[in-house]
């Protein structure tokens, strides 16, 4: 699916990630932890074709990201569903276009979207703000709203960033829930988080692995998490 | 390449959603659309003026190649036999296919809009007028001159060149100035579109952003840009080519020779040209539309 190798990243400075190989197999359940600018945004970037390695090879679903096009980017994003950790949306439309909006922008039929989309914004708990523009929802309606856009195109892979950052406990039980199903439907998932509590509670659910971004290089984190 | 009517039908209507991806841009759509107005209505005149300025090259140079006048002012004993020598003369005159004198009801016909209707030409000493029609080649002015001097005295040749030849540059450099204004017109039209779409494209970059986070391409993401400034484009000029026109067929009308200003105009099948005008607008909207966004799309991240 996604594959790192001797991959280093830097932003002109020094060398932010060095030497980084990886591979995500299908249907694997990701956690990447890591201080705060440790790099776990950009890691994820890399993953996923937003920014090409400064040395070594990235390739997406067996493509090397370096000879893709605009284009081929573009549509390996119908592949990979991500959520970013700032979640940005188009605010002068309302949410259910929002989470709809990779279905638009790839001019699929708008028949048997409808009920998808109930469906999936019932799935994450926002069925009543369906309605409401962007900027009137909660950080954590914000968050969830932007797992149910990454989801949409019924992706192979979901990248999220950060995904539990702004809600409560409860809130991010029910995110981690929507991920372990959907990591049970077959897809693969990595999750960027500080939250070992989430790492903790996602153990006792489903096989995943703990990668840490430490001193630039990626870890296997201990069994003691 | 090759586009097809529904092609065409499909962009200006539009995918509805796509549209609304890219939030309305207010009242600097308008000034785009007003730009393409003002510059349409220039655009119409300019062309008025170039189609004005050839037809008047035209006729003033076929004129011009056709026909002079011998003027013969003698006294009213000698002016039968002096036209008598002067169109012999003319009949050998190498160039000039005919010659006439004009009878004095077509002389009156000349100095009617002068002197009334009653005026009594025959009693007048006035000057007996020959009309030549020259070969293609036309005649050696010059050397008629001087066989008219030594036979026919009261001879004074008109060969319009003096005075028609100017004014014949003058209208032919006035026409490939229309042309020239109506090029310019459009450049200056294809620079502000340009602007206009770039603006629009930079303070659009967040939305920009967001669409390509989630998969949108670059032609999605161009179209919905280039199907809006195309359509104000058109709509723009329309407005203004519809206004030039009837501000054209408002003209107040002299027929006529010399009105040149009343003839700036379209006549007949001329009236067509104009329609052309919003048509190219939209055709160089669509263009620095597209060469602006597929520019801007690559630097934005
Ligand atoms: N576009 C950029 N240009 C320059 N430096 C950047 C850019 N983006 C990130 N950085 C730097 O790279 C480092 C890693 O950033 P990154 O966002 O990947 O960290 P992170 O691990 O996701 O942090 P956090 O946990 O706070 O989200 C930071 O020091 C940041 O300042
Ligand atoms: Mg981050």
């Known amino acids: 699916m996604i594959e790192l190798e001797n991959v280093a990243y830097s932003y002109g ?81 309302p949410l259910a276009d929002n989470v709809a909006l990779p279905l638009t922008v790839s001019g699929r039929s708008k028949l048997d979207e409808a009920a998808d989309l109930r469906e999936l914004l019932s799935w994450v708990g926002l069925k009543n703000r369906a309605d409401a523009l962007p900027p009137q929802l909660s950080g954590g309606e914000r968050q969830r709203a932007a797992l149910a856009r990454a989801v949409i195109m019924s992706p192979d892979v979901v990248l999220a960033d950060e995904p539990t950052g702004n809600i409560d406990w409860e809130m991010s039980q029910r995110l981690l829930q929507l991920l372990v199903e959907l990591n049970k439907m077959g897809k693969t998932i990595m999750v960027a988080t500080h939250d070992m509590n989430l790492i903790r509670a996602a153990k006792t659910q489903v096989q995943a692995r703990v990668l840490r971004i430490a001193n630039r290089r990626l870890h296997l984190a201990g069994a003691d998490l | 390449m090759t586009i097809s009517v529904s092609q065409i039908v499909e962009f200006i209507v539009g995918d509805a959603q796509a549209d609304r991806a890219v939030p309305p841009s207010g009242y600097t759509a308008n000034l785009t659309t007003f730009s393409a107005a003002a510059m349409a209505f220039l655009a119409v005149f300019a062309l008025a003026l170039s189609l004005a300025a050839g037809r008047l090259a035209d006729r003033w140079s076929d004129e011009l190649a056709r026909s002079s006048t011998l003027r013969i002012s003698a006294p009213a004993d000698q002016k039968e036999t002096q036209t008598a020598t002067a169109l012999r003369v003319l009949e050998t005159t190498p160039g000039v296919a005919s ?55 009261g ?147």
Not at chain 2, 232 to 261: C, H, K, N
């Open chain 1, 13 to 93: 400075g020094g060398e932010l990630l060095s030497d980084i190989s990886l591979k995500l197999s299908p249907g694997s359940f990701h956690f990447l932890t890591g201080p705060s600018g440790a790099g776990k945004t950009t890691f994820l970037k890399l993953c996923y074709g937003a920014l090409l390695p400064t040395a070594g090879h990235v390739r997406l679903f067996n493509r090397d990201v370096r000879l893709m096009t605009r284009d081929d980017v573009a549509l390996s994003r119908r592949r990979v569903g991500v959520v970013h950790q700032d979640c940005q949306f188009l605010d002068h439309l």
């Open chain 2, 99 to 153: 010659a006439r004198a004009l009878t004095d009801a077509e002389q009156r016909a000349l100095l009617e809009p002068w002197f009334g209707p009653d005026l009594p030409v025959d009693t007048l000493p006035i000057p007996q007028l020959i009309e030549i029609i020259e070969e293609s080649v036309g005649y050696d002015a010059a050397g008629l001159r001087l066989r008219l001097t030594a036979e026919v005295p």
């Open chain 2, 155 to 301: 001879a004074v040749l008109d060969d319009h060149t003096r005075w028609r030849r100017p004014l014949v540059k003058a209208a032919s450099r006035l026409r490939v100035l229309g042309w020239l204004s109506l090029g310019l017109i459009g450049t200056a039209m294809a620079a502000m579109i340009t602007l206009a779409a770039q603006a629009a494209l930079s303070a659009n970059a967040q939305v920009i952003a967001v669409l390509r986070q989630v998969g949108a391409r670059d032609s999605y993401i161009a179209r919905a840009f280039v199907r809006r400034f195309t359509l104000r484009g058109l709509t723009g000029a329309a407005v203004g080519t519809v206004a030039a026109m009837v501000a054209i067929l408002l003209l107040p009308s002299a027929q006529g020779e010399g009105g040149f200003l009343t003839g700036l105009g379209f006549q007949g099948l001329h009236w067509f040209w104009p329609l052309l005008i919003p048509l190219l607008a939209a055709v160089v909207a669509f263009v620095a539309t597209r060469t602006a966004a597929g520019r801007k799309l690559r630097e934005l991240p």
